[in-house]
Antibody, heavy 119, light 111 residues
Framework: QITLKESGPTLVKPTQTLTLTCSFS??????????VGWIRQPPGKALEWLAH???????PYSPSLRSRLTITKDTSNNQVVLTMTNMDPVDTATYYC???????????WGQGTLVTVSS | QSVLTQPPSVSGAPGQRVTISCTGS?????????VHWYQQLPGTAPKLLIY???NRPSGVPDRFSGSKSGTSASLAITGLQAEDEADYYC???????????FGGGTKLTVL
C-alpha cells in the first residue's frame, strides 16, 4: 500500500523560503520508473504542477517557477524535499506530493498541507 | 490560465449522463501524450479516476469512461449519482515545456 504525507510550516512570511517534506512508504524511489511530484492548489483554484523527481535523479520543474524551486530525494529515508524561495502571498495554497510510475499520471496522493504566506 | 481548457461547470440530474471536455494543443494532448482524469471531492486530495486516456484504476466504477481525439479528451459519467458531485481535472504532459499540465477544473453539480 502506497502512502505519502506532506509536512512543513503552516505559515511563512513573505520573502522567506518554504521547505516541505514528503514522507512516503510502500515504494522505493530507487526503483526504475518511479517518481514523486509536487502539485499545489490555491484556495478555490485549480491544481498546478510544480516539480518532479525521478528514480534516476532527473528533476523537471515548472517553467514559470523553476528559478524558485529545488527538489531533492533521500532514498534511504523515503523522503522528498521541495524548497521554494522568496515566498509571496499568492503562493498560499495546499501543497500535495504524489507518486508516479510509468507515464505522467499521479496514482497516489498525499493528504496535502495548507501553507499560508502572510506577514 | 491553465494549459488545458475545461468548462468551469457542468450539471445533470441523477441517472443522467454528462461529459466534461479537456482541450489542449499540438504540444500536449495533440502530441500523443496521454490524458489522465482526477476526481476531487470537497476537502480531499485528488484521486486518479482515468489514466492513459481510457483506463480505470481498480475500484473506479465503469460509469466513468474516458476518450481522446486529436487535441482534446473527454470524461463521461453515466448514471449520475449524488456522490459524483466533485471537481474534475484533466492532466497531460506538454512536450514543448517538458512539464505536466493540468486543466482548470470542472465542478460537477448533481441536481
Amino acid at each position: 500500500q502506497i502512502t505519502l504525507k506532506e509536512s512543513g510550516p503552516t505559515l511563512v512570511k513573505p520573502t522567506q523560503t518554504l521547505t516541505l517534506t514528503c514522507s512516503f512508504s510502500g515504494f522505493s524511489l530507487s526503483a526504475r520508473g518511479v517518481g514523486v511530484g509536487w502539485i499545489r492548489q490555491p484556495p478555490g483554484k485549480a491544481l498546478e504542477w510544480l516539480a518532479h523527481i525521478y528514480w534516476d535523479d532527473d528533476k523537471p520543474y515548472s517553467p514559470s517557477l523553476r528559478s524558485r524551486l529545488t527538489i531533492t530525494k533521500d532514498t534511504s529515508n523515503n523522503q522528498v524535499v521541495l524548497t521554494m524561495t522568496n515566498m509571496d502571498p499568492v503562493d498560499t495554497a495546499t501543497y500535495y506530493c504524489a507518486h508516479s510510475r510509468g507515464g505522467s499520471k499521479f496514482d497516489n496522493w498525499g493528504q496535502g498541507t495548507l501553507v499560508t504566506v502572510s506577514s | 490560465q491553465s494549459v488545458l481548457t475545461q468548462p468551469p461547470s457542468v450539471s445533470g440530474a441523477p441517472g443522467q449522463r454528462v461529459t466534461i471536455s479537456c482541450t489542449g494543443s499540438s504540444s500536449n494532448i495533440g502530441a500523443d501524450n496521454d490524458v489522465h482524469w482526477y476526481q476531487q471531492l470537497p476537502g480531499t486530495a485528488p484521486k486518479l479516476l482515468i489514466y492513459d486516456n481510457t483506463n480505470r484504476p481498480s475500484g473506479v466504477p465503469d460509469r466513468f469512461s474516458g476518450s481522446k481525439s486529436g487535441t482534446s479528451a473527454s470524461l463521461a459519467i453515466t448514471g449520475l449519482q449524488a456522490e459524483d458531485e466533485a471537481d474534475y481535472y484533466c492532466q497531460s504532459y506538454d512536450s514543448a515545456s517538458v512539464a505536466r499540465v493540468f486543466g482548470g477544473g470542472t465542478k460537477l453539480t448533481v441536481l
